[in-house]
């Protein structure tokens, strides 16, 4: 049966499960005012995770998969890998997190708490090697995500957010539960390597393909891909900027994670009907968020529409066979990094009182700061695609899989709206350096925000030089599903 | 004469289908709000017969105890905060009403294709699956989830420990002003902080004194 | 199997019968001679300002979600006390896990005051 031992490969997850209920109780008896220590449990987590994580990929060491708990968690390089991103992008949302609650005096055990709680969801759905237990990370990541939009309870954009946020994600949780029930209706299993063979073995198409259309709904909903992106700019504008960063964030690479696991790995028989599905929705999301982001004055609205067209080039990838699976994996980890960096930004600029999410609050910051406009213009452009930068070659990598496949016409629609979607890009490099500042106000931030912000910025330079490596990785660690 | 078990079973579920569908229909047209969710109430009573029918006790426990016993509650306070009165039929929006319409014609029509589907014998034949005596369906459950799902269960934990984070941050508030009374507190205090006893050096009357004299 | 929820028939059926029988005789047989003063509702003599129905306190609210959490956290107990002993120590100790998570909860409600009625 049941040997203490099988819980070695889950120690990452038990050690930000403990991490945050220990946060949680020292928050309870921490000062509003300071609040530092709490951070520095928070970021000792995610640091001592990575090491437990990595620790069994010693070079010289054959890593093995390892399935555990009767088959509803898996430990592979594929979830590793997502969750050392996960670790490092947490680990700046914990930075960014810090600076933007200090501005607004109101930084609190339970912010932290929940966002570890949210970590441990994403990493759930990652290891997920069961439909329940994928669904139930979902929901543990939703759940707290909820929570932390309505965060500013005074605040009623907030709270409208977060309400629009809720219903919108219970629907999407019911359509996916819905599906992945379906689904078990026709094959009888819950086991996501399970269910593959089951398929193979029979032709009930009906039923399964009904659950494969709500499955892809939920994944939709979840990723906020266009025609199910509604929620996604009122919640991005309305929750607090650092709530915006986190859900900008890390969450994406779960909804990676579950749509790889349920749609690659489980239903990979299918792969006609769902890629045909998803190169729908990756098409509609990159022209709609690119049109749709030209009108926007408020940043994080921007944002938020910029992300809706980078999902869809995530979900292009996706479309690409087996080496598209490795460039959507690539260009998601990239874009991660971006949209965390971008909304550091906002927080960076912010003060008390005062947000600045409008694109006229950058205006003239190369003379406010030549230094963070310098950092703003390389997030901005390799949101953009520009060349050298790293967005640019992960937009590359994906559309080079995608030629492969044949699909040319969905390449070449893509290419003009990212085309198209520069300009909004290039206005607000425009706003930076061609405007005058409307204050003069210095930049206030501790120095280990500003340490974290410029890494994260200068990353869009530094990944350049492991792009090959790192590109390699994902084809060997998505090979290996 | 002498009903036959299956014709008795049939009976009950009858019955107990007739007031649900009842209760179903009372919960929308009654007008007072407290009443429907009362309506509910008997809804999920009846509910959990049919299902004790079929052999689903622990749904049928459950149903009982969470959404009678938890659920149900939730709603009959939310109704009393709100306040709600008496609603006329003709506030009911009409286009609530036509998606009502569209839903239900929606259910009849999967419902008859269902019917359909059975007559023509593609769905596997309807016999339930009756077991011994001493089966126990809430046994079953447990060894299920306390063995192939421990680690989905133990996620559910972690969930709910977030519903409660997330309940009391959202909704709890210090109120200004409250003169409430701490015992732990009144029995703590330390007469020492409160009150300081300074000793002063004597002064002599001299304003009285002065006043009177220049008075005389 | 389905045969040993008789009593419960049983007794659904008395308590309904007795139930309505009880108001049905009351109905029969009680004199009712009402008029319009004796059935509005009485306010210290003068008319009623306005309804009779209160407000419940938005406090209540709180109290009601944490009960359903907990009222949850007693369907899985459930099912659980009734294998226990197949399972043995690695369901005694899956629960405690369980239970642990949610004592974790129950401090951080004690702490936070919303189990107070200020």
């Known amino acids: ?481 | 004469m002498i009903i036959s078990p299956e014709l008795f079973q049939q009976i009950i579920f009858y019955v107990f289908a007739t007031f649900t569908i009842g209760s179903a229909m009372a919960v929308v047209t009654v007008k007072n709000t407290i009443y429907s969710a009362l309506f509910l109430v008997l809804c999920f009573f009846n509910t959990a017969v049919l299902w004790l029918l079929i052999e689903a006790e622990f749904l049928a426990i459950t149903l009982v105890l969470v959404y009678v016993g938890a659920v149900m509650v939730l709603f009959l306070f939310v109704v009393m905060m709100l306040d709600v009165k008496q609603a006329k039929a003709s506030q009911l929006k009409q286009s609530y009403t036509k998606a009502a319409l569209l839903i239900a014609a929606a259910m009849l029509v999967q419902l008859l294709i269902l019917f359909a589907y059975k007559l023509s014998g593609e769905i596997p034949s309807n016999e339930l699956v009756r077991q011994e005596q001493g089966y126990s369906n809430v046994a079953e459950v447990g060894m299920t989830l306390f063995t192939q799902y421990v680690y989905p269960f133990e996620i559910a934990a972690v969930i709910l420990l977030v519903a409660i984070v997330a309940a009391i941050m959202l909704t709890m508030r210090k109120r200004e002003g409250n003169k409430q009374m701490d015992a732990s507190k009144q029995i703590n205090i330390n007469p020492a902080e409160r009150l300081r006893v300074v000793s002063m050096k004597a002064e002599k009357a001299t304003t009285q004194a002065q006043s009177k004299e220049e008075e005389s | ?118």
């Open chain 1, 1 to 481: 049966m049941f040997g203490w031992s099988e819980l070695v490969p889950a120690f990452p997850e038990i050690l930000v499960l403990s991490m945050a209920c220990v946060v949680l109780l020292v928050g309870l008896f921490t000062d509003k005012k300071k609040g530092g220590f709490i951070v520095f449990l928070s970021v000792i987590t995610m640091m001592f995770a990575a090491i437990l994580t990595l620790k069994d990929h010693v070079a010289g060491v054959e890593f093995t998969k390892t399935v555990i708990f009767n088959g509803t968690f898996i430990r592979d390089e594929f979830g590793d890998m997502l969750k050392v991103v996960v670790y490092l992008l947490m680990i700046s949302v914990f930075f960014y997190a810090k600076q933007y609650l200090r501005q607004h005096d109101n930084l609190q055990g339970e912010y932290f708490a929940l966002l570890l709680f949210a970590t441990l969801g994403i990493m759930v759905m990652i290891s997920g090697h069961n439909f329940i237990a994928l669904y139930l990370g979902l929901e543990l990541l939703a759940l707290s995500s909820y929570a932390l939009v309505a965060y500013n309870r005074n605040d009623l954009n907030g709270n409208e957010a977060a309400m629009k946020y809720f219903i919108l994600g219970a629907l999407a949780s019911g359509m996916l539960l819905y599906g992945m029930s379906l689904i078990y209706g026709a094959v009888g299993t819950l086991q996501i390597n399970e269910i593959s063979q089951a398929i193979a073995g029979q032709n009930n198409d009906m039923f399964l393909v009904l659950g494969l259309i709500f499955v892809i709904v939920g994944i939709g909903f979840k990723l906020g891909a266009a025609p199910f992106h509604m929620w996604v700019p009122d919640v991005y504008e309305g929750a607090p900027t650092a709530t915006t960063l986190f859900i900008a964030s890390a969450p994406k690479i779960a909804a990676f994670a579950l749509a790889v696991r349920i749609l690659g790995q489980s239903l990979d028989v299918l792969m006609i009907h769902w890629q045909s599905m998803l190169a729908t929705l990756a098409i509609v999301s990159i022209i709609v968020g690119n049109l749709f982001a030209l009108q926007q004055t408020n940043l994080k609205r921007l944002f938020a529409y910029s992300t809706i067209s980078h999902i869809g080039f995530m979900l292009l990838g996706l479309v690409g066979g087996a080496e598209g699976i490795a460039a959507s994996m690539f260009y998601i980890i990239v874009y991660t990094i971006m949209a965390v960096g971008g909304f550091g930004m906002i927080v960076l600029l912010s003060n008390k009182g005062m947000e600045a999410d409008q694109i006229a609050d950058f205006k003239g910051l190369n003379q406010r700061s030549g230094w963070y406009a310098f950092l703003m213009l390389l997030l901005v452009a390799s949101m953009a695609g520009f060349p050298p930068l790293i967005g640019f070659f992960s937009k590359l990598y994906v559309l080079k899989a995608v030629i492969d496949q044949g699909h040319i016409i969905l390449a070449a629609v893509a290419v003009i709206f990212a085309v198209i979607g520069a300009f909004y890009y290039l206005k607000i490099i425009k706003v930076m350096y061609f405007e005058e500042s409307e204050t003069d106000q210095a930049i206030d931030a501790s120095f280990d925000v500003k340490t974290v912000l410029s890494i994260n910025a200068l990353a869009q330079l530094g990944l350049l030089v492991l792009l090959p490596v790192l590109f390699q990785y994902c084809i060997r660690v998505t090979g290996s599903l």
């Open chain 3, 1 to 118: 199997m389905i045969a040993s929820y008789f009593p419960i028939l049983l007794f659904l059926a008395v308590a309904t019968g007795l139930g309505i029988a009880l108001m049905s005789l009351g109905l029969l047989f009680g004199t009712r001679k009402t008029n319009d003063e004796k059935i509005s509702a009485y306010e210290c003599g003068f008319e009623a300002f306005d309804d009779a129905h209160m407000k419940f306190d938005v406090r209540f609210y709180l109290v009601a979600i944490l009960f359903i959490i907990f009222d949850l956290e007693i369907a899985f107990l459930f099912p659980w006390s009734v294998v226990l002993e197949e399972l043995g120590g690695f369901g005694l100790v899956s629960m405690f896990i369980f239970l642990f998570l949610l004592v974790i909860g129950f401090i951080y409600e004690w702490k936070k005051g919303a189990l107070e009625w200020e």
